[in-house]
């Protein structure tokens, strides 16, 4: 379990760094999750090494949603102040992302198809 925590909290160190470095407006955590979807892609971590510590966490993450919702209940009167703002963009960014990733699905099955064929 050492090992398996240690190469998640090495992702997002290297992910913290390269954001350090660069200055590119991502948040590092996020950085470091995609820095480990591509070693695992690349075959350089295998999946046996952090299966059972991403299983606990996904298992259990419900509870790492707790403290962000208590949090949001110091805001409510700024959040009943810019209710409409915050619904409208809530819709409109579901639907952008719902549309952006059936296009991303689409091309991208085309263009397996292509190499297929």
């Known amino acids: ?19 350090y470095l660069t200055h590119i407006p991502l948040p590092s955590s996020i950085l470091g999750m995609l820095l480990l979807t591509l ?25 790492f949603f707790v403290p962000p919702g208590v949090a949001i209940m110091l805001y409510f009167d700024i959040i009943k102040a810019q209710l409409l703002p915050i619904v409208v963009s809530t819709v409109v960014s579901t639907i952008l992302v719902l549309a952006v990733t059936g296009w991303v699905h689409q ?11």
């Open 1 to 19: 379990m050492i090992r398996q925590l240690a190469i998640l909290f090495g992702c997002l160190a290297l992910g913290e760094l390269v954001i």
């Open 39 to 63: 070693l695992l892609k690349l075959k350089v971590i295998r999946l046996e090494w952090v299966r059972s510590i991403s299983d606990f966490l996904v298992g259990n993450i419900g509870f």
């Open 107 to 117: 091309f991208y099955g085309k263009a397996k198809d292509k190499l297929k064929g």
